[in-house]
């Protein structure tokens, strides 16, 4: 069985299935709610060879926005990731940042060349992370399918029951989360040593971190998430390009109209 193949049952692998040209016998895409007046499709908003986004709308925690990012392999925790998944963790951070944007202002686009821009330009209204186990969110119970929120505050459909997973115990920040691999793997104190953290220098360059060696050329880099054979022979990060499947999914969405 391949590594972190889709897992019969899951709801985040029926949305990742059912975001592209899939078998008949393909898992449908659930519903997080018995409640018949939501609807059970996932409204999608971008899918590219590593993510699948969609807008969640039966239980949203704001109604400014909310949106789930999921992997599109099944990976069962953020201990799976290593630091030479760094690039992914970013892109996750940039995309959720334009979508939420685009959401907060729909008379503008999201950016559809790149989820994986340099340039980091942080919103204090936006947030953007994991709720990390034993937590979860209650009304969106998928804990083995590793996936990000992002939402724009204020948090006004919450509730304080559900507010636990998204409070200081379990919400891991996607920023603390980034600097902090970044703090282990390098001599920058990425987290603990820059005051405006969210502007630091290094956060312009996407890969920062996700290398490691020797002085004596040895690479010492960590196994990542499985890639295909041409991000490994060109060396390129993923998502750098967006897939036919991505335009269209972006250039049909209400956002544009």
């Known amino acids: 069985m391949a590594m972190f193949a889709p ?10 299935a ?25 409204e999608l908003l971008w899918k590219d060879q590593d993510f699948t986004v969609y807008r969640e709308r039966s239980q949203p925690v704001s109604s400014k926005g909310h949106i789930i990012i999921a992997f599109n392999l099944h990976v069962p925790s953020l201990y799976d990731l290593s ?5 992914l963790l970013v ?31 942080g919103n204090p209204r936006f947030r953007v992370g994991f709720i990390t186990p034993p937590f979860k969110d209650n009304k969106i119970p998928v804990t083995d399918h590793l996936h990000a929120h992002a939402y724009i505050e204020p948090s006004d459909l919450m509730g304080w029951w559900r507010g636990l997973a998204y409070g200081s115990l379990a919400w891991y920040a996607i920023d603390d989360l980034i600097a902090e691999i970044r703090e282990t793997v390098s001599n920058n104190r990425v ?14 360059v996407p890969l920062a971190g996700a290398r490691s060696g020797t002085a004596d050329g040895v690479e010492t ?11 490994l022979e060109d060396g390129e990060s993923p998502s750098q390009t967006p897939t036919s499947a991505q335009a269209m999914l ?8």
């Open 91 to 121: 892109n996750i951070r940039n995309l959720a940042t334009r979508l939420l944007a685009a959401l907060d202002a729909p008379s503008e686009l999201p950016n559809t060349q790149s989820s994986s821009s340099p340039i980091h330009e």
């Open 7 to 16: 897992k019969p049952g899951c709801p985040l692998c029926g949305i990742v």
């Open 250 to 257: 972006v250039s049909q969405h209400p956002l544009r109209t």
């Open 18 to 42: 059912s975001a592209l040209p899939t078998p008949s016998n393909s898992w449908r895409a659930p519903a997080f709610s018995s409640d018949p007046s939501n609807s059970t499709n996932p």
């Open 83 to 87: 630091s030479t998944d760094l690039p």
């Open 221 to 231: 880099s960590e196994p990542g998430l499985p890639r295909t054979e041409r991000d």
């Open 191 to 204: 987290k603990s040593g820059y005051g405006n953290r969210q502007n630091a220098p290094i956060d312009k």
